[in-house]
């Protein structure tokens, strides 16, 4: 994989009464993060804006697999009530 510089002139626009930054598809791409995504931005005092991937959404493939998964498994035995009634907590 090429190095990619990591030095990229970003273009401030205007959307609603706030501003937006683009990023470009392969930067997206390398940074792992797509819409819905949520990212992290740290704002130093030399000027620097930091952003950092935070959360990632999930399809329709992930929540099918993870409900999928949660079906399979079996109830168990709460164990709260016995530790209380036992006095061990």
Same mark, same amino acid.
């Given at each position: 994989?090429?190095?990619?510089?990591?030095?990229? /002139?970003?273009?401030?626009?205007k959307? %609603?009464? *706030? #501003?937006?930054?683009? #990023?470009? $598809?392969?930067?997206?791409?390398? +940074?792992?993060?797509?819409?819905?995504?949520?990212?992290? $931005?740290?704002?130093? *005092?030399?000027?620097?804006?930091? +952003?950092s991937?935070?959360?990632?959404?999930?399809?329709? $493939?992930e929540?099918?697999? #993870?409900?999928?998964? +949660?079906?399979?498994?079996?109830?168990?035995?709460?164990?709260? %009530?016995r530790? /209380?009634?036992?006095? /061990?907590?």
């Amino acid at each position: 994989m090429a190095t990619m510089n990591p030095y990229l /002139r970003l273009t401030v626009a205007k959307w %609603g009464d *706030s #501003l937006a930054v683009r #990023l470009p $598809a392969e930067l997206a791409r390398r +940074l792992g993060v797509g819409e819905g995504d949520t990212v992290f $931005a740290e704002v130093f *005092s030399d000027g620097r804006l930091v +952003l950092s991937r935070v959360g990632h959404a999930i399809g329709k $493939a992930e929540v099918h697999r #993870l409900r999928g998964f +949660l079906a399979r498994q079996t109830p168990t035995t709460p164990v709260v %009530g016995r530790m /209380r009634r036992d006095g /061990r907590y």
